[in-house]
């Protein structure tokens, strides 16, 4: 029972000490950057899972699964694509004992097992638009140190593509797929901004790539998830085309929208504490712990009473577990907070005789609830309990950028800096340099921090052309 | 609009046709056996996942995911085991541009990936049982003909492993698994034979294994399931040892039990008719269909009446779709039928003023429900179709078994024959020679025909020893 290393100084020590804290994960595993997702880490991911399902669901999308292999020449079809993952694919090249003719690749993500298919699929205008996402592992020879859920070689991923009739309703697709974002990150309490990256830094084959980064701390984000425009980029390649109502071929408009495991990475790296993990209830394996405390030679009742409650709870479609195991209440307190459970009901005698209970949760608040109508107190807390994890997240985030508008600000910086930018690459590339980082790009949405107009280029000093950027340093 | 090939007597094309009408996978995928899951296909394995995950964490399993891919060392630990594999896995050889130091095997079954780190997790007799499952894709290499969710080379897999602290633990927990079995094949309409397999048949590695067989008509089995025992055979090359209370080390004994996209393939093999695929409620992407009816000329009411029926099913939890596209009704039946759809609802002008509708079951009952209280009759209609869903499908597996006595009987049978064997493998081959299939071995549940005490061996003709076999021609 002792604290994990301290978050702002050594973040990185703190997130691998939190999550091995919590048992979401195993590195165990023969294979470097391939980890077993534990009982309680499943868990934590199916939630996590059925929330993306239930947005991405709302704005029309519908679940399918392309095989995970893909040939050698359908995946070198697009040429900027097939470069931007040549380094980093697996290659299976035998079946059995012999080799195999075609080589197939693992799939680094779908575009290329996809497209072809959809050339089938997509015949007439009626057949537009076409949104479809699959849930499933992907695969990266990624040659960088692997961290559990933030850089690893099998991936749970998330990937949506769609077929538009034309770049304006490719680019309406981008926005509604921004919007289902917002509102997961809502629901996982996740403050984000969402930047239209630079064009050396966006997707192999993208016409646009806007990225969606979380401020986690001195400066450093997380890039969880993107957004990309392909326009015609591979329609063209893979001959996706449709009849308009007028009768003419046109080539589709593509986008796609990609999350991952990154997202519980991001979870666990923003609310996390010196304790350890702290879930927003939709996404905790276990959502509420209640812990009966018998008194010295007392009797049943606080196990009678955290069992009659914790059968309310779980009528009313609440994750809850009764721990009645015989170790010391606070061994158990500090194992559940490790865990990330956001509220702890305690129940003495006294709580059972009266029918209250004191409720503890994850971030230190604690009231008595009751007596009467207990679960509905009990789910009433909990919901406070996202209130307050929301309102602390958007302090956290409201504090992480800060304008900066000379080059030597920028090092050193503990926090995301918005600087004005004249759009010239090796312009770029000086911010990058100062900030040890990247050009994150150009927020998609208002920044907590108004900036006003833009100055000068940072760089260079053009005045023409600059707008704002956010620059950081990616995890 | 034609009927599908003759069931009976052209299964295998009737087969392929009703998948195809059904639009349940897209088989067009470059490379062979590696198929797609459409938008309704994967619909219908969503449930079918539901209804494993529901059944199997009732008896206590608990969801984990191990990596796709395992080391070379590592998959060769148990010598039967890779012997069973070796011809039929694929190889990852190559990361990026250069070689991999240790080749790694695209699972195809998950054996020796969780085996090694079961040793971790098993240290105490308190760690006990450990009983686990995932859902995930396995790798076959195929050399047979493969066909949709009967023999495919990504295979969408369920696959529970235990350790247990003895044999008869494991005996027992092989029963359970067996009970959960029941009551999804219960949910399914699927009656299923249990039988234990011939030693010359059991999986690599196992001590003893019982297959779940489901006739499919003329003598044809179809292997949807199976639940191993393993004794020690695992727990000693891997070293899954635990203390016991008394502070022995011993070996843990281990099941397993797996089924797979077949499941969804016996459904469409057993319940499916010449107008293609019929599925039981649990598992239709759509259980009802509207189809309002206009009059020539006449106004909204029938459509009105759909939608805001549709609305209160949906409120039920019932899966709904309202076809009021402008195709003609009789072409909307057609492809709602041979999608399985187990109920479609008629509305008409008259029905529509009436407040009532007419119920047409995929079975072709028809009814005229209502007026009043609409959505509980149909979701009595509903269950009323599960029903006779069921007692057809019985009716069937009573008439799928019979008795023979004598090797001549065997050709050509087009039932599954409950025969005399006297345990001998000799006589077992003689047994499939003659039925130009196999034994499927001891039955482990009663069968639907009662075959009174055995005679002699139907192969040599010896007493001693013989007991009731199933053989059959597994597809």
Tied chains: 1, 2.
Aim: proline letters at 7%.
């Amino acid at each position: 029972m002792v604290d994990l290393p301290d978050k702002a100084e050594r973040f990185i020590d703190w997130y691998l000490a939190a999550v091995e804290a919590a048992e979401l994960t195993d590195k165990r595993y023969e294979v470097k950057g391939m980890n077993i997702w534990t009982p309680y880490g499943m868990q934590s991911r199916r939630a996590l899972d059925a929330l993306l399902v239930r947005e991405v669901e709302r704005i029309g999308s519908r679940a399918i699964e392309f095989p995970t292999l893909i040939p050698q020449p359908q995946f070198e079809k697009e040429k900027e694509h097939v470069k931007g993952f040549d380094d980093q694919v697996y290659w299976v090249t035998k079946g059995g004992a012999s080799a195999l003719d075609i080589p197939l690749v693992l799939r680094p993500t779908s575009e290329t097992a996809m497209y072809p298919v959809f050339a089938l699929w997509v015949r007439s205008h009626r057949d537009l638009p076409l949104n479809v996402y699959q849930i499933v592992s992907v695969f990266r020879y990624e040659t960088k140190t692997t961290r559990p859920f933030l850089r690893v070689r099998e991936i749970h991923f998330f990937e949506e593509h769609t077929c538009q009739a034309d770049e304006a309703r490719a680019t309406a697709r981008v926005e509604e797929d921004l919007a289902a974002f917002e509102r997961m990150a809502a629901a996982l309490a996740l403050p984000f901004a969402a930047s239209r990256r630079p064009d050396w830094d966006k997707f192999p084959g993208a016409h646009y790539s806007i990225a969606l980064d979380i401020p986690v701390g001195q400066g450093r984000t997380l890039q969880i998830g993107t957004v990309h425009h392909y326009r015609e980029n591979f329609s063209r390649p893979y001959g996706i085309q449709y009849e308009d109502p007028a009768g003419t071929l046109r080539y589709v408009h593509q986008t796609t929208f990609g999350l991952s495991e990154r997202l519980l990475g991001a979870v666990v790296a923003v609310h996390g504490d010196r304790r350890g993990v702290v879930f927003p209830s939709i996404l905790a394996p276990v959502q509420v712990v209640l812990v009966p405390i018998a008194a010295p030679g007392g009797g049943a009742a606080p196990v009678e009473a955290a069992r009659g409650l914790a059968d309310r709870l779980r009528d009313r479609g609440l994750r809850v577990h009764v721990d009645d195991s015989d170790e010391r209440p606070g061994a158990k307190y500090y194992r559940w907070e490790s865990r990330g459970v956001p509220l702890r009901l305690e129940i003495g005698p006294r709580e059972a005789s009266a029918g209250t209970v004191t409720a503890v949760n994850r971030l230190g608040e604690r009231t008595v609830l009751g007596p009467g109508e207990l679960d509905r107190a009990v789910a009433d807390a909990l919901s406070a309990f996202d209130r307050t994890l929301t309102a602390r997240a958007e302090s956290a985030f409201r504090s992480a950028f800060s304008v900066a508008t000379k080059l030597e600000e920028l090092s050193g910086s503990t926090t995301v800096r918005v600087v004005p930018w004249c759009g010239q690459e090796a312009c770029g590339h000086r911010i990058e340099a100062a900030i040890e980082g990247g050009v994150l790009g150009t927020p998609e949405r208002p920044l907590p921090v108004d900036p006003g107009a833009p100055g000068p280029c940072i760089a260079c000093g053009e005045r023409s052309g600059a707008r704002w950027v956010l620059a950081g340093r990616p995890l």
